[in-house]
Each structure stands twice: as structure tokens, then as C-alpha cells.
């Protein structure tokens, strides 16, 4: 075994993303592209989504395994029912320390409340314009973003933490990176700038779309001058900055010019239970079968284990256009991010 894979193998197991519904509100250009996800576009049907129990139960062999952070996610994840009920579930797991959930916000002013009150700390609001116009060429509905903003004040107001996430893509949205800064800036909320990725095989992605952290933080920096922040632990993919004439900080998540597979600490975990180890894999593991065919908690556990303790994922330190357009990639609408 060279060096190099058995650094690849040492990465710990820290941060578990369950994605719990595939279905989504919205019709992302570089997500769900509409063209691809239509109205015949078959999803996963109801009876292949793992259960609450059986979500609870996974994430019960991976917190034994040292994953510390839970983060729910889809497709859009508040349009599965009841979610409040599975976060009051993960509550209650010994070594889980943080649950937090991605949304694209617009039914958080029904939701906030509850989700807080079972327990969740904190959501990430997807918001890539406040421009209607691009917010809508974004979003591919006829959405206007004062719905996004309607659920981000929900949940402020409801006492959860908000960070928005902001995916820029050149020649779309990118003269929205000043005013999405400035407005957050405003509200003191740190915003997060997304490369574009070329995840999943609908979106149309080449290396011209992508706006990269180093233009970004040029363009943020003319607001103020920005100031570079420690990251707070190991695994952490945004690159953290602080507004020198403020508290207030903004990230950069910079997944295909400054990559950071060597320190790639996060499992993940699609609605219908096969276990990913890249964003970019091909195919994953199927964990509900394993659970349904009987599996003890200790064989859940080894199982995990194993998977994991064979990554030598390294997808986006060796991408090329070839790989990125070739690669037989599953959609983020599927994995969530
Ligand atoms: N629907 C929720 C939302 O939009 O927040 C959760 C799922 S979404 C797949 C999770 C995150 O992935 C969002 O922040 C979204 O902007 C980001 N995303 C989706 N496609 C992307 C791409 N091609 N490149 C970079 N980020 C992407
Ligand atoms: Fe839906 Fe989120 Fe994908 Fe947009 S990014 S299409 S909101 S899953
Ligand atoms: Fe982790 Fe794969 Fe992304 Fe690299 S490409 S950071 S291994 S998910």
C-alpha cells in the first residue's frame, strides 16, 4: 500500500448526510434540470425510503463509529412528513452532538417552530439570487425569492442558526455574489459561497460555469476586506473569513479549484439506505438491504465499518472535463449534497 492510500484510508468518520427524500419544489438548474426531471421523471417510490426506525437505527452504528454531526437533506427534505418526529429520534443518540438540516426554506414558516422545538440547531438556506429574475432561471420555477426569505426570517425568528448557501454559476447568477453578501451581511448571516460542482450527469457542467473562490473573495472583498478565520475543526470544507469592519463572517466551499479530499471526513446516506462514500461515486452500498435481510446491531456496525475502511475516494483532486462529463455519477438531487 502506497503512502498516499493509506492517508486516503486513515480519514475519519465524522459527518453523516441523510438524504430523506428525493423529491423536490424546486427545479435547480444545476440540480434538477427540468428538461431531465419532468413530469414523467420517475422517483423512488414510498415503500424504498428507509423508515424513521431504520434511519435512527443507522445513525445509531455510525455515531458508535465517531460521527459527532447529522445533517438531514434530498431532494428537499421538509417535503417528507413529520420530520420533526425523526429529529426528536436522533436526538436521543448517544455521541450526536449536532443535527442541523439543508432547505431550500419556502415551507419554513409552517416548519421552523416545530423542527426547533424537536431539537433541530440549525438549517442552511440554499438562496442563489435576490433577483427574481435569476432567482427564477435558478431555481427553474416561477417562484419569487421573497418566499426563501419568508423562511429564513421563520427561522430566525424561531431561534435556529441560518447560514445560506449560495451556488454561483457564471454567467447566471454571478452578479448577484455583491448583493447576496451585502444582504446577509446586513442581516448577520454568514453566506456561502458554492462552486459550481459537476455532480450527478444532468446539469451540463464544464469548468467555463465555474466561478472560482479566488474570484469570489476579490469580488466579496470589495465590500470589506476580509480576514481569515481558523477552521473550527478537522473536515471542515468551507474556507472561513470574517468582514474586518464586522462579526460577520462568509465562507467559501471551493470543491473544484482548491479541493480537500485528504481531509474528506463524511459519510452519506441516500433516502433509500445505499451508503456513499464520494459525492461522485458511481454507486453506493446497500445498507437497508442489510438491515432488512435481519443484520444485528453489531453486524450494522462491522458492516459500516468495512465500507468505510475500503475509501480511497479522492474524486475531485484527480477531476477532468472527461471525468467530470464521462463519469457515470449519481444526481445531487439523490445523494443531497
Ligand atoms: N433542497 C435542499 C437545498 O437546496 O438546500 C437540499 C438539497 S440540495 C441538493 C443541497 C445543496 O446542494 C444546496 O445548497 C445546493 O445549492 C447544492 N447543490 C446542488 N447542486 C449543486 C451543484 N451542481 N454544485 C454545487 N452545489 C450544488
Ligand atoms: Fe431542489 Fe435543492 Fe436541488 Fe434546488 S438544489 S433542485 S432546491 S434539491
Ligand atoms: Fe470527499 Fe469525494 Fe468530495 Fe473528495 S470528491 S471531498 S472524497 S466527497
Request: contains cysteine.
Amino acid at each position: 500500500m502506497t503512502a498516499d492510500v493509506h492517508d486516503q484510508l486513515s480519514r475519519p468518520l465524522q459527518d453523516l448526510r441523510i438524504s430523506i427524500m428525493d423529491r423536490c419544489n424546486f427545479r435547480c438548474t444545476y440540480c434538477m434540470p427540468k428538461e431531465i426531471f419532468g413530469d414523467d421523471y420517475v422517483f423512488l417510490p414510498e415503500e424504498s425510503l428507509l423508515s424513521f426506525e431504520e434511519i435512527t437505527r443507522a445513525a445509531e452504528q455510525f455515531a458508535a463509529l465517531g460521527v459527532k454531526k447529522i445533517r438531514l437533506t434530498g431532494g428537499e427534505p421538509l417535503l417528507r412528513k413529520d420530520v420533526p418526529e425523526l429529529i426528536a429520534s436522533l436526538r436521543t443518540i448517544e455521541g450526536i452532538e449536532d443535527i442541523a438540516l439543508t432547505t431550500n426554506a419556502v415551507m419554513l414558516p409552517k416548519q421552523a417552530k416545530p423542527l426547533y422545538e424537536a431539537g433541530l440547531e440549525r438549517v442552511n438556506v440554499s438562496l442563489d439570487a435576490l433577483h427574481t429574475d435569476v432567482f427564477q432561471e435558478m431555481s427553474g420555477r416561477k417562484t419569487s425569492p421573497n418566499a426563501v426569505l419568508r423562511g429564513i426570517d421563520a427561522a430566525i425568528e424561531a431561534g435556529l442558526g441560518v447560514k445560506v448557501n449560495m451556488v454561483v454559476r457564471k454567467g447566471v447568477n454571478d452578479e448577484e455574489v455583491i448583493p447576496m453578501a451585502r444582504y446577509c451581511k446586513e442581516k448577520g448571516l454568514t453566506l456561502r459561497f458554492i462552486e459550481f460542482m459537476d455532480v450527478g450527469q444532468t446539469n451540463g457542467w464544464d469548468f467555463s460555469q465555474v466561478v472560482s473562490k479566488k474570484e469570489l473573495h476579490e469580488r466579496v472583498s470589495q465590500i470589506a476586506p476580509l480576514e481569515a478565520l481558523e477552521r473550527n475543526y478537522f473536515g471542515e470544507v468551507a474556507s472561513r473569513y470574517r468582514y474586518r469592519d464586522s462579526d460577520v463572517e462568509v465562507g467559501f466551499i471551493s470543491s473544484v479549484t482548491e479541493t480537500f479530499c485528504g481531509s474528506c471526513t463524511r459519510a452519506r446516506l441516500s433516502a433509500d439506505g445505499k451508503l456513499f462514500t464520494c459525492l461522485f461515486s458511481e454507486s453506493g452500498s446497500d445498507l437497508r438491504a442489510v438491515m432488512r435481510d435481519g443484520a444485528t446491531d453489531g453486524q450494522i456496525h462491522d458492516w459500516i465499518r468495512a465500507v468505510w475502511g475500503k475509501r480511497e475516494d479522492r474524486y475531485s483532486e484527480l477531476r477532468t472535463e472527461e471525468s467530470a462529463r464521462n463519469r457515470k455519477k449519481i444526481e445531487m438531487s439523490y445523494i443531497g449534497g
